[in-house]
Every structure is written in structure tokens, then in C-alpha cells.
Nanobody, 117 residues
């Protein structure tokens, strides 16, 4: 059973930066596709970024050039560096992991990011 635990959320002013981290339990982290999603109040959960086992990354258009996803397979962690934050980035951010061959993917409990002056 995989557990994903996020950390690093908080309150930041517009234009500021935050770094989110997600730690995964279990084995075979290196083969998983890891990602970040977010959900703002009253809105559906949306894709932010992911990184596959080869290191290839994908980003939502709304965060391209501002956010960077990275992984450390030795530590079983995936990070999301968020720069030039905007009020519209305010949301609960969720870590997601998918292991090939599994029927389901896994979610963390979420961490709140609030961008406000």
C-alpha cells in the first residue's frame, strides 16, 4: 500500500515562491508517474504537472514557465517549485502517483497554498 504525504504549503504574497514536497512510501518509486493537481474552492480538481519515470515533464499551460516539477528516486520524493505565484494559484495541492499495472492511482491528503497580499 502506497502512502503519499505532502508538505510545504502556506501563505505567500503575489510574486512569491513556495516549494511543495511529496514523500512516497513503498517500493518501485522510480517507475511511477508522479504528479501534482490542485483544487480551488468551488472548482474541479485540475492537473498542474507530472513527471514520468524517464524524467520527462508535463505542465498545465497556466503554470508553464513558473512551476518546476522534479523527483529524487533515492529519497522517494517529488517536489513542485512554484515561482511568480498569483492569487489564482490559491488551492489545495494534491500529490498523485501512478504505478504501471495498478488499477488505481494514489493521492495525498493535500496541502493548502494561499497567495494573497
Amino acid at each position: 500500500q502506497v502512502q503519499l504525504v505532502e508538505s510545504g504549503g502556506g501563505l505567500v504574497q503575489p510574486g512569491g515562491s513556495l516549494r511543495l514536497s511529496c514523500a512516497a512510501s513503498g517500493n518501485s518509486f522510480s517507475i511511477a508517474t508522479m504528479g501534482w493537481y490542485r483544487q480551488a474552492p468551488g472548482k474541479p480538481r485540475e492537473f498542474v504537472a507530472n513527471i514520468v519515470s524517464t524524467g520527462h515533464t508535463n505542465y498545465a499551460d497556466s503554470v508553464k514557465g513558473r512551476f518546476t516539477i522534479s523527483r529524487d528516486n533515492a529519497k522517494n520524493t517529488v517536489d513542485l517549485q512554484m515561482n511568480s505565484l498569483k492569487p489564482e494559484d490559491t488551492a489545495v495541492y494534491y500529490c498523485n502517483g501512478y504505478w504501471p499495472g495498478n488499477r488505481y492511482d494514489y493521492w495525498g491528503q493535500g496541502t493548502q497554498v494561499t497567495v494573497s497580499s
